[in-house]
């Protein structure tokens, strides 16, 4: 979990941290809405090729996301 909590910390930031921030919840969203469609009957309504490229969509999402929660880790340290 990170330290950054609130807008006004969030605010306080130099801009590039808060662009890596806002991507980073834009990113948290749309994952969180593939996850309820790949929960959903039209998941599985789909073709088993739209299911997996779905899959993979979902995964690389998630790789993506480990990549911003490596940089907001640095910049955290560099707080510290």
Known sequence: AFLISTMS???ERPTHQQRVLQARAELLYRLNELDTFI???NFTAL???ERDA???QRAYMSRYMG???RRIAIFENSQA
Do not use: A, N
Request: aromatic share 14%; no cysteine.
């Open 9 to 11: 910390e969030i605010k």
């Open 39 to 41: 929960q959903s009957d």
């Open 47 to 49: 073709s088993d090729q």
């Open 54 to 56: 779905l899959l993979d």
């Open 67 to 69: 990549y911003f929660d």
